[in-house]
T-cell receptor
């Protein structure tokens, strides 16, 4: 069935360093890949997304890359700050909103001051 | 952005009782809403797709008779956990598509409901 794998499960970085989280999806029909940040006990917040017709997208310190052939996509956070500490989830879908999302297993990012 | 509100935010109930969780889209209409379940320190697992005016579509392994979904209007979907047991204790969260009348933009999530069954 549809599956999204996410690595690593935990990640600790020094403040100012970069963090990279990687995901692999199984359904080749997926064409929308959002990334969510979730703080403890709160709702997931969309931080960036990418569609399959684009290989890379950047928004200030956050970037996402997509390799559709390999079914890989990655989140890159540069110049990390303590407030970036949270759990990050990737997801794959056949489209935004209307279609169901299959979430990755999550990455707990800790930025050390 | 669009607002999705869930109620209640938390609930404690006794084993054997039923609990209803509401998911409302406050400033847009949503023909489709999704219900997820999240165990502590785990991912969001899709339970079912809620379709306005029709039966919900459940994911494999989710008991439809235990998790009753009703999407009676374009702004409200409800999830009822029937005959709740301690193993049903979890964080339940809904999402809705805000792309009414045009291409979908993103899914917006409710704030979640923490259910504890004692």
């Amino acid at each position: 069935g549809e599956n999204v794998e996410q690595h690593p499960s935990t990640l600790s970085v020094q403040e100012g360093d970069s963090a990279v989280i990687k995901c692999t999806y199984s359904d080749s029909a997926s064409n929308y890949f959002p990334w969510y940040k979730q703080e403890l006990g709160k709702r997931p917040q969309l931080i960036i997304d990418i569609r399959s017709n684009v290989g890379e997208k950047k928004d200030q310190r956050i970037a996402v890359t997509l390799n559709k052939t390999a079914k890989h996509f990655s989140l890159h956070i540069t110049e990390t700050q303590p407030e970036d500490s949270a759990v990050y989830f990737c997801a794959a879908s056949k489209g935004p909103g209307t279609y169901k999302y299959i979430f990755g297993t999550g990455t707990r990012l800790k930025v050390l001051a | 952005g669009a607002v999705v509100s869930q109620h209640p935010s938390w609930v404690i109930c006794k084993s054997g009782t039923s609990v209803k969780i509401e998911c409302r889209s406050l400033d847009f209409q949503a023909t489709t809403m999704f219900w997820y379940r999240q165990f502590p320190k785990q991912s969001l697992m899709l339970m079912a797709t809620s379709n306005e005016g029709s039966k919900a579509t459940y994911e494999q392994g989710v008991e439809k008779d235990k998790f009753l979904i009703n999407h009676a209007s374009l702004t409200l979907s409800t999830l009822t956990v029937t005959s709740a047991h301690p193993e049903d204790s979890s964080f339940y969260i809904c999402s809705a598509d805000a792309g009414t009348g045009g291409p979908s933009t993103e899914a917006f999530f409710g704030q979640g409901t923490r259910l504890t069954v004692v």
